[in-house]
Nanobody, 122 residues
Framework: QVQLVESGGGLVQAGGSLRLSCAAS????????MGWFRQAPGKEREFVAA????????YYADSVKGRFTISRDNAKNTVYLQMNSLKPEDTAVYYC???????????????WGQGTQVTVSS
């Protein structure tokens, strides 16, 4: 199986930055595209960003475009989410996700991390 472990969450003031990391382990040969979702209290889980296996193609939700950047290091089996200009509405549990396909196709991920809390204070 594939295990995904997130790190880097925490408390930050509005306008600040955080960098999330997600390390894949186990049968990493099954990991293709990777991405991030988030779930705020009382809301459904929503897509944030995704990146193809090659790293060439990236995808973002409109709400984070221009503020968040997704990247990956395949040698380390790790995907990152650099979050700048954070807003209180970015407060949520952020989940790492992975697909078996090498390209992101908006389908449901096959693998999920346990989540990391991001809290942005106003």
């Amino acid at each position: 199986q594939v295990q995904l472990v997130e790190s880097g969450g925490g408390l930050v003031q509005a306008g600040g930055s955080l960098r999330l990391s997600c390390a894949a382990s186990g049968r990493t040969f099954r990991v293709g595209a990777m991405g991030w979702f988030r779930q705020a209290p009382g809301k459904e889980r929503e897509f944030v960003a995704a990146i193809s296996w090659s790293g060439i193609s990236t995808y973002y939700a409109d709400s984070v475009k221009g503020r968040f950047t997704i990247s990956r290091d395949n040698a380390k089996n790790t995907v990152y989410l650099q979050m700048n200009s954070l807003k209180p509405e970015d407060t949520a549990v952020y989940y790492c996700a992975a697909w078996s396909a090498r390209t992101y196709d908006s389908g449901s991920p096959g693998y999920w991390g346990q989540g990391t809390q991001v809290t942005v204070s106003s």
